[in-house]
């Protein structure tokens, strides 16, 4: 992943809008106590996000993500300034028939705590991730992995569902992707924090020395890492958690802390710009911010008291036809999101505006006489009582003036009375998917830059969001585009899936983000903080 050089001054990197699929602490200097180059100092980075646990098979967050990204080893990875994944600690990788993908391991490969890696260790990694299938967990991300192999200690066949995933090489270094050691790591059972942390259970650039429960970790580089981004140039890390963003902005301005990420407000980032210890930098992201509606408990879902399926449809889709999402841009992100009419982020290939074209006004903007119509069509009663859920954390401390706009919106001409509560998000990640939550907030921070990414978590049978939604014509089609080879057949399947879950509403996108980072004034190398992959790393940098 990406590093940073500091010397001797203060360095600030803040995703106000497009934060981390992980922050990688590989090649920090740091600056506390003056020392510089490669293998000295210790940085300090704080941050507002959360963890909810550091098990691979247990969590698919950002703040969970970006611990794992420091310790685990991937067998492939993305290197610096790429958005191609190449052998991480894999020595080679590649279908070696259509339905088989073939990873050969680099020799002599050991955890932290002196453990060898072997095949048996990658093995045990996808049957656990597979076996557990945590309601928060990514292994989503495996639907098209059938079994896996091991014909010697370095060698694994991943046996697909579907021939000639198109997608695979990337899901392996995907927050399903991180290789644990089989001798630590219950089999069956997400492992506790604890555990894993006592058992050095590490083969990734760091190892961890402290961890205190979303307080503080200290990290210290892991001399047995033999993967694609090489030697840390920071032999010590330390991440500070907080638990307001106040306080992150205040030890930003006060030199207390080296990096800050997740999250400032954007009011907070335009106040810092004008610092002149700092440089703002933006560039495209591919963060997407939505409602999720639970197709059971939403109101007249399937197992409330009126369940209708039509009348709930009529629900989504008066919804859809009142945010206002320009206004929501503006207002509450100073523009540092922009409004997103799909499921696939502009940008990528593939994204269409199909939600623009079916709902509002036809042009981006609100509707009330539209919701009117499409309520009163299915012979819904109004106003309509909504409970909706949003998290004050983990998505930034903007979330609160984003879902009073949102509440406003929908409340406009009397057709819904919105009951709005909010949740931290250690609680919420385990609500959402306890059926707690009729419609609630989230984020998605992709895993590798390629529609699917936005689409096989989202919307497959048993996904991620755990929200009910299961269209056997869209599973049909998110399995055809996976292991079509052609491109142009390829985009349009990724199309119709757009266009038919922007008829069935499984969730409501709003905002798109972009990325943003702050830098010393004194740093070279600035342009190249932004990764075209879709993490948000850190560059190379170097004090001028």
């Known amino acids: 992943m990406r590093s940073v050089k500091i010397g001797g001054r203060r360095l600030l990197a803040v995703s106000a809008a497009f934060a981390a699929a992980a922050l990688v602490l590989a090649g920090c200097s740091g600056s506390n106590n003056g020392s510089s180059g490669s293998g000295g100092g210790t940085l300090t980075i704080g941050t507002t996000d959360k963890i909810t646990s550091i ?10 993500f970006a611990v794992m990204n420091q310790v685990y080893p991937f067998l492939l990875n993305s290197p610096y300034g790429s958005p191609d994944v190449k052998p991480d600690i894999a020595a080679s990788a590649a279908f070696t028939s ?19 890696l072997t095949s048996e260790d990658v093995k045990f990694t996808f049957d656990r991730q597979l076996k557990i299938n945590d309601p928060n967990g990514p292994a989503s991300l495996l639907g098209n992995l059938d079994s896996v192999s091991t014909p010697d200690k370095t060698t694994a066949v991943f046996k697909l569902k579907v021939p000639n995933d198109q997608t ?18 219950s089999a069956d059972k997400v492992t506790p924090d604890n555990t894993i942390v006592k058992g050095h259970a590490f083969a990734g650039q760091y190892d961890i020395t402290s961890y205190d429960f979303n307080n503080l970790i200290a990290y210290k580089a892991n001399p047995n890492y033999q993967g694609l981004l090489g030697k840390p140039a920071t032999d010590k890390v330390n991440v500070k958690y907080y638990a307001e963003s106040s306080n992150l902005k205040l030890d930003i301005q006060k030199g207390a802390i080296d990096v800050a990420f ?45 369940a209708d399926a039509k009348k709930a449809l009529a629900v989504r889709q008066a919804a859809a036809d009142l945010v206002d999402r320009a206004t929501i841009a503006k207002q509450v992100y100073k ?22 074209d079916l709902y509002g006004d036809g042009n981006g903007g609100p509707s009330l006489d539209k919701a009117k119509a499409a309520l009163q069509a299915a012979g819904v009663t109004t106003p309509v009582a909504l409970n909706l859920q949003y998290n004050p954390d983990h998505y930034g401390p903007s979330s609160g003036d984003e879902y009073a706009l949102v509440k406003e919106q929908l409340e406009n001409g009397g057709l819904f009375k919105v009951n709005l509560q909010s949740t931290e998000w250690v609680q919420y990640s385990k609500d959402r998917v306890k059926d707690l939550y009729p419609a609630y907030q989230l984020g998605w921070f992709p895993d590798y830059s390629d529609a699917d990414n936005y689409l096989s978590p989202f919307f497959s049978k048993d996904n991620f969001l755990a929200n009910h939604y299961d269209n056997p014509e869209v599973q049909q089609l998110i399995t055809q585009q996976l292991g079509t080879t052609d491109k142009a057949a390829r985009t349009k399947l990724i199309e119709q899936i757009q266009a038919k879950v922007g008829a069935d509403l499984s969730t409501l996108p709003l905002l798109q983000g972009a990325q943003v980072a702050v830098v010393g004034k004194n740093v070279n190398g600035t342009d190249k903080t932004l990764d075209p992959s879709f993490k948000f790393r850190y560059a190379a940098l170097s004090k001028g």
Do not use: C, M
């Not at 691979?56 to 950002?62: C, I, L, V």
């Not at 259509?98 to 060898?116: D, I, Q, R, W």
């Not at 799909?342 to 593939?350: E, H, I, K």
């Open 335 to 356: 523009d540092t999101y922009t409004p997103v009419y799909s499921y696939v982020p502009q940008g990528l290939t593939g994204a269409t505006t199909v939600l623009k």
């Open 55 to 64: 098990d691979p098979a247990g969590s698919y967050d950002n703040g969970s």
């Open 168 to 185: 695979f090489a990337q899901v392996l270094s995907s927050p399903a992707g991180p290789i644990v050691d089989h001798q630590v790591f």
């Open 262 to 306: 997740r999250s400032l407000s954007a009011t907070d980032v335009q106040s810092l710009g004008t610092d002149k210890n700092v440089k703002v930098v933006k560039g495209p992201g591919g963060e997407l911010r939505y409602i999720v509606w639970n197709f059971n408990t939403q109101p007249y879902g399937a197992t409330t008291p009126q």
């Open 98 to 116: 259509p339905t088989e993908y073939t990873v050969k391991l680099k020799p002599n490969l050991k955890f932290a705590n002196g453990h060898s």
